[in-house]
């Protein structure tokens, strides 16, 4: 059974840094694409990063240059470093993996299997 549990999370004021972290078990961690979605209040849950198998990356527009998503496969563990934070960055953030192995970088949820608890992550202005 899949399982990701993440951590990182907290209270940050506009302009910080913040790292989140997703352990995984369950399975070789290093066949399947790890991604980071999030979700505030009252707005659907949005793509933020994504990184294959082989490390290739993808970033919402609204992240691009602010964001970095990495993984460290004998670790089991995928990370997302947050920098200069802004308040609409403001959201739970889940970590997901696919369910099976894929040659393409996804970005909507429905192509992810297995999700986090999710981490809340408040950003003040």
């Known amino acids: 059974q899949v399982q990701l549990v993440e951590s990182g999370g907290g209270l940050v004021q506009a302009g910080g840094s913040l790292r989140l972290s997703c352990a995984a078990s369950?399975?070789?961690?290093?066949?399947?694409?790890m991604a980071w979605f999030r979700q505030a209040p009252g707005k659907e849950r949005e793509f933020v990063a994504a990184i294959s198998w082989n490390t290739n990356t993808n970033y919402a527009d609204s992240v691009m240059g602010r964001f970095i998503i990495s993984r460290v496969n004998v670790k089991s563990t995928a990370y997302l470093q947050m920098n200069n934070l802004k308040p609409e960055d403001t959201a739970v953030y889940y970590c997901?993996?696919?369910?099976?192995?894929?040659?393409?970088?996804?970005?909507?949820?429905?192509?992810?299997?297995?999700w986090g608890q999710g981490t809340q992550v408040t950003v003040s202005s």
């Open positions: 369950g399975r070789t961690f290093s066949y399947y694409d």
């Open positions: 997901t993996t696919v369910r099976v192995a894929t040659t393409v970088i996804h970005t909507t949820p429905d192509k992810y299997g297995y």
